[in-house]
């Protein structure tokens, strides 16, 4: 059991006692790989210190910390969810969830309206630390350890764990800034250093032909699309070992939500995915979570879960009954 008086209480203490970012911009922030709850200098002062402790000769950007290290060694499931039980309020949002992502699949969790699939994703890299009244049973672990624990850090989690949202919403920067805004707060200044970060993430996010001669430009200027993108390489400018997303093309049109597919089947990365688009699961996952009224009801490969399910409700959903 992790205690409801636990890091997600004292979490959720600080962010109730400061008037902080607006939640869009703790998503943000979190999206790049930060503290959020507290103020943007704090965040950035507790990234560097976490940088300034990391093992040396790292590429800026890159992981560091211990759970980095331990991610690069682990082997089990990259992600365990035992028993978990979570409450807004006297609402029990999530019922008993046990559920092991094995690394470099895609996983996607499907489920009608209001089933927790968000309230799941966003607690496996702690965002949900900042919703007031929110409490946790069970257990998270990520690379075979504990991200509720009492010596756990949600800064290194969050740089471990990228987050990818609903709603492009690239910050009101340039294109450039946008990718670094993660690293140079994790220490990385050299312009030579930041250039190829910016590069790579572009590159790894299918956007960089599209992008490379307007670096300068607001990313604001872009389509939905690009924007999506922007948000997908400024996640990947902090080398994240799992990308979590919530419905990322369903702002997009046909043309975009192709491209950020093919990204999600291309990339090596662990990555979990919420979609309401059954075959945008079937298409992109290996493994499919499907929830309905917050208990995981049925779990498998994605394949044996659209063809032959093994429960009545999970049938019932993807042969649209219901939800
Ligand atoms: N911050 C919150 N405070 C109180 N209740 C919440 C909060 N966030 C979500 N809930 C409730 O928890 C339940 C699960 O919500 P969640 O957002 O996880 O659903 P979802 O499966 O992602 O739905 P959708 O497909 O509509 O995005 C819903 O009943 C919702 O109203
Ligand atoms: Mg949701």
Redesign the pocket.
Known sequence: MVAQSGPIGEALGAAGAAAGPSRDAREGLALAGLAVGGAEADAAGEAKASAANGPKGQAPGGLDGPLAAEGAAFEGPIIEAVDVDFY??A?H??KGVSLAVKAHEVTA?I????????????LLNRM?DF????RLSGEIKVAGRSIYGPDSDPVSIRRLVGMVF?RPNPFPKSIYDNICYGPRLTGARKKADLDVLVEKALRAAALWDDVKDKLAKSALELSGGQQQRVCIARALALSPEILLM??PTSALDPIATAKVEEWIKGANLSIVI?T?NMQQAARVSDHTAF?YM?ELVEFGPTMEIFTRPRELRTENYITGRFG
């Open positions: 807004y309020g609402f949002a999530l969790l489920g009608p309206s209001g089933c927790g699939k968000s309230t799941f994703l966003k949900n919703v007031p009244g929110a609903q919530d419905e919420v309401h929830f917050g």
